[in-house]
């Protein structure tokens, strides 16, 4: 097995004049990471160099690949969910309101699937599992029993530390190292459930076009339609405001990008609106709340359009508008509140 410093002439000689690693090169690498072998001074030297070069989708689906063939325990579910890949490392400002939305989603009868680590670098925020601990919800789970989770509920959570051991492993690395690196990346596109459909998130469209591709690449993945959107920090949520949306068909091989006005769909207001004190506590209590029906403000109306893109993705809705009107019933019925309801009773 190759040593990381074999690479470090060909990826870290700057910005401008390093070269690109082949999948072959990128997969033995992080292969080597996850052994738990690397020379811990040229693994901060690779991940800083990656950063600064920028990985390309060949390099990303090697290391995607080499994850998911040496750390990534895979648990399908008889259902088929929609992954939701949200960054690990979390919020620290708004409400997560992915536990919400995803109820809202598997009430209305379309899966969903939400995976993340503890407190991951760099912000080290609030990720899914705070909130559904906050809730009373089981999140040490071994993958089988996040599986059951999903047929049991519709809504299943995969503990990265349960589920992807390899890269949990390598946390206290990553916080020292001081950056987000690749890392940060391809733990998102991790897919324990073998899901066909991802839906994810990004800042600039270049980057959703850099995880499409990086699916195309892939030789493990079974992602077959992708919708990432304008994410609020960097997380699932919806941004509100003029926000792009990519979505990526492999039956049709092509990648198309629009814009919506979130106003439009009853988010008519500004991400300040959206922000929250405490955010595990105050998640929790919104997501309670919205459910319970007790709440028409723009956390529930923020809830309803993220609740419709997850029906959408999955197939449960022929467009956005149709996923929206089906998220509003769900919630108007008691179904996604019956939902939050079996979530904290699952036993595995």
């Given at each position: 097995m190759m040593e990381l410093r074999d690479l470090m002439s060909q990826v870290g000689s700057g910005p401008k004049s390093a070269e690109d690693m082949s999948y072959e090169q990128a997969y033995e690498a992080?292969?080597?990471?996850?052994?738990?072998?690397?020379?811990?001074?040229?693994l901060g030297g690779f991940w800083v160099a990656n950063r600064w070069k920028r990985n390309t989708p060949e390099e990303l689906a090697g290391f995607l690949d080499a994850m998911r063939d040496n750390s990534v325990k895979v648990a399908s579910p008889d259902v088929d969910p929609v992954d939701c890949g949200a960054n690990?490392?979390?919020?620290?400002?708004?409400?997560?309101?992915?536990?919400?939305?995803?109820?809202?989603s598997a009430a209305s009868g379309t899966p969903v699937v939400v995976h993340s680590g503890d407190r991951v670098p760099?912000?080290?925020?609030?990720?899914?599992?705070?909130?559904?601990?906050?809730?009373?919800?089981?999140t040490d789970l071994a993958p089988e029993e996040s599986a059951e989770m999903v047929d049991s509920v519709g809504f299943g959570f995969y503990d990265q530390s349960r589920f992807n051991p390899g890269v949990g492993a390598l946390l206290n690395r990553r916080s020292a190292v001081g950056v987000r690196t690749f890392v940060n990346t391809v733990e998102t596109l991790a897919n324990p459930a073998d899901a066909e459909v991802h839906l994810g998130s990004f800042y600039h469209l270049s980057f959703a076009k850099r995880i499409i591709d990086?699916?195309?690449?892939?030789?493990?993945?079974?992602?077959?339609?992708?919708?990432?959107?304008q994410g609020l920090e960097g997380y699932d949520d919806i941004r509100p405001g003029y926000t792009k949306v990519a979505e990526w068909n492999d039956g049709s091989g092509e990648l198309t990008d629009y814009e919506i006005e979130t106003a439009n769909y009853g988010m008519s207001f500004d991400r300040d609106d959206l922000e929250v004190?405490?955010?595990?506590?105050?998640?929790?209590?919104?997501?309670?709340?919205?459910?319970s029906g007790d709440r028409e403000d723009e956390f529930a109306d923020a809830v309803a359009l993220n609740g419709a893109f997850r029906i959408?993705?999955?197939?449960?809705?022929?467009?956005?508008?149709?996923?929206?009107?089906?998220?509003?019933?769900?919630?108007?019925?008691?179904?996604?509140l019956e939902t939050l309801t079996k979530l904290r009773r699952f036993t595995p």
């Open positions: 992080f292969e080597r990471i996850l052994s738990g072998d690397a020379d811990q001074t040229a690990y490392d979390g919020k620290s400002e708004t409400a997560l309101l992915g536990v919400a939305s995803g109820l809202v760099m912000t080290e925020g609030t990720a899914y599992r705070h909130v559904l601990a906050e809730l009373g919800v089981e990086t699916f195309r690449e892939s030789r493990t993945s079974t992602v077959e339609r992708a919708i990432l959107f004190d405490a955010v595990p506590a105050d998640s929790a209590r919104i997501t309670e709340s919205v459910l959408y993705a999955g197939g449960g809705a022929a467009s956005l508008d149709a996923g929206l009107e089906k998220a509003n019933a769900t919630i108007a019925d008691g179904n996604a």
